[in-house]
């Protein structure tokens, strides 16, 4: 009985991998390579950086205007930590770092299910170490590094941070959070359905649990606020499911003194971002992003 079980559970193991890597490849297809009206940039520079358990890819966006040395944000992709990847968010990293006129570097991390929770984290980790400690070969200030990313790389972006700078008190000298999942945590999300998009959010999250294999992702909802560095929080209105705990973060930011920047695109859904290719207001939506986080970089640039 054991050996059937074991087998049975091996075969849905495989048709899930199947059914996700079907997935990427359509969102891939959906979202790569997609903008043709992409501005251009001084320098675009593919290489790897090192994980928690090896080579990742991450991608550089120089702007033409930026300073250097200077500050850079390093940014994680959205996906539920089981989809994207630095191509599905190139366009956004291109405007991005063109209107923030600073540099931005995507770097890539494990996904599940075929790397279960904490890989996502430690490859964040590992990622911010690496680069920050080849700061200059990059053009960036040392002392002037950002970390961001949008929905599940928002998540990875609050709680890197916290640890990096638990260890290295202002290793990371900002956050730029952009409809960031704050919680995988069922009880939260039940407690909200009726909020903005929540049962569509919560069958999301119910998924993405199962892929990470885990129920040790802490959610971050009222844990690590006074440790914040200076943020900008971005979301989207109605069609956004993390909005809600966007909301919630905020004001928790700004009772704990934290420098806080908020700007909320009611007209948006979740995933905004991505749709630079075939909405103009997406494009001046990501162009108001790049404008607030090069003010925010500079900023604490100039304090460090």
Not at 39 to 53: D, H, K, Q, S, Y
Not at 259 to 274: K, M
Request: charge should be neutral; glycine fraction near 8%; proline fraction near 6%.
């Amino acid at each position: 009985m054991a050996g059937l079980t074991a087998n049975l559970a091996d075969r849905f193991a495989a048709e899930n991998l199947k059914g996700v890597r079907r997935a990427r490849k359509v969102i891939d297809f959906i979202l790569s390579r997609r903008d043709r009206t992409l501005p251009l940039l001084a320098e675009l520079r593919n290489f790897t950086v090192e994980g928690a358990a090896g080579p990742l890819a991450a991608r550089l966006y120089v702007p033409h205007g930026a300073q250097t040395p200077g500050p850079m944000l390093i940014f994680f992709h959205g996906g539920g930590f089981v989809l994207g990847d630095i191509e599905t968010h190139d366009a956004f990293c291109v405007r991005l770092a063109d209107a923030a006129k600073v540099r931005v570097l995507a770097c890539r991390y494990r996904l599940a299910p075929e790397a279960p929770y904490p890989a996502q984290l430690d490859d964040a980790l590992a990622a911010f170490r690496w680069i920050g400690a080849r700061a200059g070969e990059f053009g960036a200030h040392p002392a002037a590094l950002a970390l961001g990313g949008d929905s599940a790389g928002g998540y990875l972006a609050v709680a890197a941070t916290a640890r990096l700078n638990a260890q290295t008190p202002g290793a990371v000298k900002a956050q730029v959070l952009i409809y960031p999942l704050l919680t995988l945590d069922d009880d939260v999300w039940a407690s909200s359905l009726l909020q903005d998009s929540r049962i569509v959010g919560r069958l999301a999250v119910q998924f993405i649990r199962a892929q990470l294999a885990t129920t040790e992702a802490p959610s971050l909802l009222g844990m690590l606020e006074g440790k914040a560095p200076p943020t900008l929080l971005v979301a989207g209105g109605p069609l956004d499911p993390c909005r809600p705990d966007a909301l919630t973060y905020a004001k928790a930011l700004s009772e704990a003194g934290v420098e806080l920047q908020e700007r909320y695109f009611t007209a948006q859904p979740h995933g905004f971002i991505n749709l630079t290719h075939v909405s103009a207001p997406v494009r001046e939506a990501v162009a108001d992003i790049g404008v607030m986080t090069g003010d925010l970089l500079r900023q604490v640039s100039a304090e460090a």
